[in-house]
T-cell receptor, first 111, second 117 residues
């Protein structure tokens, strides 16, 4: 079983719609959760970090964490073509500093 | 504040050669992690350094090694290059380790793209 699993997509949504990205993780002791965005040929950039159950909103982005079900999601409201990228879910366990990354979900926002 | 700086940005080597990549973390960041990214495997963890000591190591052969200097700058070395080592090598730094706060966020450099011919 992989540490972090994501649907690889591709996921296509029309401009202005809500994009929903999901991620599950295997280690119940994980404490820190992250969403990174990676444009083609570029390095990952942090979008959101979340550490406790519930929702965390930042502009058009909302991260949702459910530790009991071991999943974390990212909602992108009012999707824009510039949101077209690969979204990486990352999880860090309680001990140590190793991040475990999913393989990413490719999102395309259609104008 | 300057971000994570990786040099060089691009490298072309031939099989059997060795290569050294450099990473300068964000000022004040003490943890440096290295990743290999390929289209088929995604982001694979290589190793993490903190206070000049390797703290974690991923599942890579001994040809991959690294070190960290007292100023937190880090280098990774790959010896006896193979075609399969062609990848984007990413360095990420964080302020601290073992934290459940934003201090453990990893920030990535632009990467070094290595091509092995």
């Amino acid at each position: 079983q992989k540490e972090v699993e994501q649907n690889s997509g591709p996921l296509s949504v029309p401009e202005g719609a809500i994009a929903s990205l999901n991620c599950t993780y295997s280690d119940r002791g994980s404490q820190s959760f992250f969403w990174y965005r990676q444009y083609s040929g570029k390095s990952p950039e942090l979008i959101m970090s979340i550490y406790s159950n519930g929702d965390k909103e930042d502009g058009r982005f909302t991260a949702q964490l459910n530790k009991a079900s071991q999943y974390v999601s990212l909602l992108i409201r009012d999707s824009q073509p510039s949101d077209s990228a690969t979204y990486l879910c990352a999880v860090k366990r309680t001990a140590g500093n190793q991040f475990y990354f999913g393989t990413g979900t490719s999102l395309t926002v259609i104008p | 504040k300057a971000g994570v700086t990786q040099t060089p940005r691009y490298l072309i080597k031939t099989r059997g050669q060795q290569v050294t990549l450099s990473c300068s973390p964000i000022s004040g960041h003490r943890s440096v992690s290295w990743y290999q990214q390929t289209p088929g495997q995604g982001l694979q963890f290589l190793f993490e350094y903190f206070s000049e000591t390797q703290r974690n190591k991923g599942n890579f052969p001994g040809r991959f090694s690294g070190r960290q200097f007292s100023n937190s700058r880090s280098e990774m070395n790959v010896s006896t290059l193979e075609l399969g080592d062609s990848a984007l090598y990413l360095c990420a730094s964080s302020l601290v380790r073992d934290s459940g706060t934003t201090k453990n966020i990893q920030y990535f450099g632009a990467g070094t793209r290595l091509s092995v011919l």
